[in-house]
């Protein structure tokens, strides 16, 4: 789970601001509060703020922060991710930090990056479990690695040893860590247990597409899936993804185009048998959206998503649904892994979705997770959600756009407001901040 975030000095992110997701003293909506180790955890974090405020920034942050901290960086990865509205910004590093919660710990993993030099500044990872901070690791900006850690024997103090020593400036100590079968050894745990706590992230942009689509096509899921967009009130009566063969399935396109979608789905197929992974290769093809897969026999069938309006005999192309609906798809699937304590993101989770969609959203999702350590942060725009009776005060989270052009994150919690408060009127009306403030019109200017 996500205990805090903090970021300083990425897109519109200039000093230090820290998103936190932990509980604060109010009784209500207990069922969104997760017990761990003696701290209360939400369950959920939702960012309201004006256009180009920065709260899909937040979201981007979090993302480049892992894609960093689990890859090398390369000047492509970071152009243009300073706060550039400060032209000394470029001078200065990007900092990121996670507290977390992992396999039983707290943790606090972090690191400075130079994105003039394209390098790694600093880094640290800590166990925080106590009063008393268990030093993982540090490393300087010359690259020593320190630690506390008593190595159980002396092969492992070697390994570490030799491990910080070869990592690259580009590179995290962290990834060079666990790049090595370590993940047995009790001494190297830790950076296992960031790594997994990494790996639990699902971000969800507008334009991302769900890419569990083969899970999605099983006939239990297909079901459960189907029942959920009825009860969603999308038209919808349930869904159909029968298996059939590859011509069967693209009888519809003309034979070159179906010849060399044919090809380029064979050659996917062969590159994935190289590595000796198997699995599905999704594509959508003229809104139609299709999972192939390859049997034990090496025999190639597809699956199509239909859906069914009412008449089982004329069945409904993904294409033909509405915005909402399509992104519905790309959403339902996410309460599969509800138990399964992920950190889930979805930016603009209300985008094409009526009011009463999101907040039935947003409870069925506290309903599916009840009890799992599970988080949902997302960002929104309409105001309407803003509602005492779905959220807690301390999982409403404002960002706001400064006089620098810099983004401000702050909780409705400072405000301190009386749980029957009508905090959406109040937002619109300018007394939380983070809407927008229009100026002159430079056509009412010109006339006059």
Known sequence: MLVRFSVENYRSFNK???????AGKHTRHKEQIVSVNGKRLLKAGVLFGANAAGKSNLIKAINFGRNV???EINSGRIVNRNFRIDSKSLQRPGVFQYDIWSNGHFY??????SYLEAKFVSEWLYI????????????NEKGK?????KFSNNENRQRFEIYSEDVSDEKSFLSEIVSHRLSEMEDFIP???????????????????FNDFRQFMMSDTLESMGKLLKYFDTGIDSLNGKEKSMDEILGFLPEEVRKNIKNDILEAFNKEDESKYVSSVELTIMGRRFSFSKNEHGDITAAQLTMNHGNPDDLFELMDESDGTRRLFDLLPL????????IIL???LDRSFHTKLTIEFIQKFFEKTMGAATQLIVTLHDSNVMNLNLLRQDEIWFVERQEDHSSEIYSLNKFKERFDHSVAKDYLLGRYGSVPNFGIDPWEEEEE
């Open 346 to 348: 979805v930016d603009e």
């Open 108 to 113: 606090s993993y972090g690191f400075a990056i």
């Open 145 to 149: 690695v320190t630690t506390d850690i």
């Open 191 to 209: 950076f296992f247990d960031v790594k997994k706590w990494f790996d639990s992230l699902i971000i969800i942009f507008p334009q991302t597409k």
């Open 128 to 139: 925080i479990d106590g009063e008393k901070e268990k030093v993982v690791f540090e490393r």
């Open 335 to 342: 309460y599969k892994k509800g138990n399964q304590n992920f």
């Open 69 to 71: 901290a689990l890859n």
């Open 16 to 22: 230090r601001q820290v998103f936190s997701m932990a």
